[in-house]
């Protein structure tokens, strides 16, 4: 088992090959993470100001489809 996790006198650079590739994936997840929760308040946002502004107006909202193309 000693042999296998020597890798044949090259340990060092495979595991801090493996060591790399898992911080630099971690540190993806966290931004990603991040970016989809500060994605979705921007979303709030906009849906509240639309929100608002058809109720000035005194209309209903537009229906629109999964592309934000207005439905017929």
């Not at 500060?38 to 058809?54: C, F, G, V």
């Amino acid at each position: 088992m000693a042999d296998f996790f020597a890798m044949g006198g090259y340990a060092a650079y495979v595991w801090g090959s493996y060591l790399v590739v898992a911080l630099v994936l971690g540190g993806l997840l966290v931004w990603s993470r991040q970016q989809l929760k500060s994605r979705r308040a921007a979303l709030a946002r906009l849906k509240a100001q639309e929100d608002r502004r058809t109720e000035i107006a005194g209309g209903e909202p537009e229906q629109t489809n999964s592309t934000g193309t207005p439905q017929d």
